[in-house]
């Protein structure tokens, strides 16, 4: 498989223009290879800011979310981070280069599973992947520096995931019904809308 390195140096610049700031955010986008978590017939196009259909009708996120997601987690250095809605593993592949130790959960046993084989290939490996349903969070990992959530929850943010938050850490989390909401981040009890997004429903069980 070709590296492909300059399309990625190339979206890491257009990611700064577009404020992206954070360093370590922009260095993980420069060195994961996207290309490698993104099936055939679509992995020509893994560079596009597209989201693209992965299997059992879900999407990886477009490469800018995913970058302003991990950044708007504001993490410290060694930071331990939950990521709700594994999908391809390309989000746990970004926090992990970002510096994250990575905890990831996705409810579809075939997607976390091609995961978990993405991200070993790509020397993720230690990337903790679960399957269940990402509303309960992963207690036995609790605390974590960082939640980000990559479906939209339905009309609030989950509790659980609030409760496995360390104290001054963020859970960055789109909010909507019918694909369509706001993502917004929480932090000691102080939720702030930071866009418009449209992802994928977080679906309950
Ligand atoms: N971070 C992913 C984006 C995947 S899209 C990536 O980089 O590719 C969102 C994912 O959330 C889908 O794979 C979907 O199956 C998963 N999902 C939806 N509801 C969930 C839930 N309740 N718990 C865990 N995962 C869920």
Redesign the pocket.
């Known amino acids: 498989m070709a590296d492909r390195a300059d399309e990625r140096a190339a979206m890491a610049a257009r990611f700064r223009e577009r404020g992206i700031a954070d360093e370590r955010v922009l260095a993980a986008v420069r060195s994961v290879p996207r290309h490698a978590?993104v099936p055939e017939p679509h992995r020509s196009g893994a560079y596009d800011e597209v989201p693209w259909t992965?299997g059992?009708g879900?999407?990886?996120?477009a490469p800018w979310i995913?970058a302003f997601s991990a950044e708007s987690l504001r993490l410290p250095d060694e930071a331990r981070v939950l990521?709700?809605?594994?999908?391809?593993?390309?989000?746990?592949a970004v926090l992990a280069a970002a510096g994250a130790s990575v905890v990831?959960?996705?409810?579809?046993p075939g997607?976390a599973g091609s995961?978990r084989e993405a991200l070993q290939n790509a020397g993720y490996g230690d990337v903790d992947v679960r399957v269940?349903?990402?509303?309960a969070g992963v207690p036995d990992r609790a605390p974590y520096e960082g939640i980000v959530v990559?479906?939209m929850a339905q009309d609030e943010l989950p509790p659980a995931l609030v409760e496995q938050l360390a104290p001054g850490a963020s859970l960055v989390c789109p909010v909507g019904r019918g694909g369509h909401g706001t993502l917004f981040r929480y932090c000691d009890g102080v939720v702030e809308k930071l866009l418009d997004v449209r992802?994928?429903?977080?679906?309950?069980?």
């Open positions: 978590f992965i059992d879900q999407t990886i996120s995913v990521e709700i809605g594994t999908g391809s593993g390309y989000g746990a990831t959960i996705e409810r579809h997607l995961a269940g349903d990402g509303h990559t479906a992802f994928v429903p977080l679906v309950a069980g």
